[in-house]
């Protein structure tokens, strides 16, 4: 079973607007952390926010945890074309070393 | 790929035939994950190992077995493969244990036909 669950699961925009994708898990959580898989690639890491932590930003990126609600959205400012992509959450608990994916969003930002 | 290699690229194989997947890291880390990734269910979790001979199953573990002699170098093994492993695996390392990144590896897809 998915720990994490994202919303939408599809999103298209148009370049320049910002992308806002959601995710919500279930148990309690070390840390959350946000992937991005282009078409046919591996994964490749873009932010871990930690359980005490509320707000992170890395660039572009906005990424906000909310553990009462149990929930966590990731903003991209300003699309660009290249931030096509599948964009993934991932679970850890405070109990082990392995990380629980969610079924991913995909954005397509048309130029 | 923070280099991590996987081989093959890509495999058809028939039902019913053992199957080896390699994974190759030259970054020295502890931790080594076996994934697969299916249309709507995201990454799932296979094996993963936190050490030499130090393996642990995860959450869709039946049907594969995993073996970590060495460091750098982790193998998933289907003993008998069936249609419902056809799928794109990859493998990621990390370098400690909770609250730490994962690297992914560019994948092995598989047929069983």
């Known amino acids: 079973s998915q720990q994490g669950e994202e919303d939408p699961q599809a999103l298209s925009i148009q370049e320049g607007e910002n992308a806002t994708m959601n995710c919500s898990y279930k148990?309690?959580?070390?840390?959350l952390q946000w992937y991005r898989q282009n078409s046919g690639r591996g994964l490749v890491h873009l932010i871990l926010?930690?359980?005490?932590?509320r707000e992170k930003h890395s660039g572009r990126l906005r990424v906000t945890l909310d553990t009462s609600k149990k929930s966590s959205s990731l903003l991209i400012t300003a699309s660009r074309a290249a931030d096509t992509a599948s964009y993934f959450c991932?679970?850890?608990?405070?109990?082990?070393?392995?990380?629980?994916f969610g079924g991913g969003t995909r954005l397509m930002v048309k130029p | 790929d923070a280099g991590i290699t996987q081989s093959p690229r890509h495999k058809v194989t028939e039902t019913g035939t053992p199957v080896t997947l390699r994974c190759h890291q030259t970054?020295?880390?502890?931790?080594m994950y076996w994934y697969r990734q299916d249309p709507g269910h995201g990454l799932r979790l296979i094996h993963y190992?936190?050490?030499?001979?130090?393996?642990d199953k995860g959450e869709v573990s039946d049907g594969y077995s995993v073996s970590r002699s060495k460091t750098e170098d982790f193998l998933l093994t289907l003993e008998s493969a069936t249609s419902s492993q056809t799928s794109v695996y990859f493998c990621?390392?990390?370098?400690?244990?909770?609250?730490?990144?994962?690297?992914f590896g560019p994948g092995t897809r598989l047929t069983v036909t």
């Open positions: 970054e020295n880390h502890r931790y």
């Open positions: 926010i930690r359980s005490n932590e």
């Open positions: 148990t309690s959580i070390n840390n």
């Open positions: 190992s936190y050490g030499v001979k130090d393996t």
């Open positions: 991932a679970t850890e608990p405070n109990a082990g070393n392995m990380l629980t």
């Open positions: 990621a390392i990390r370098e400690k244990a909770v609250g730490y990144e994962q690297y």
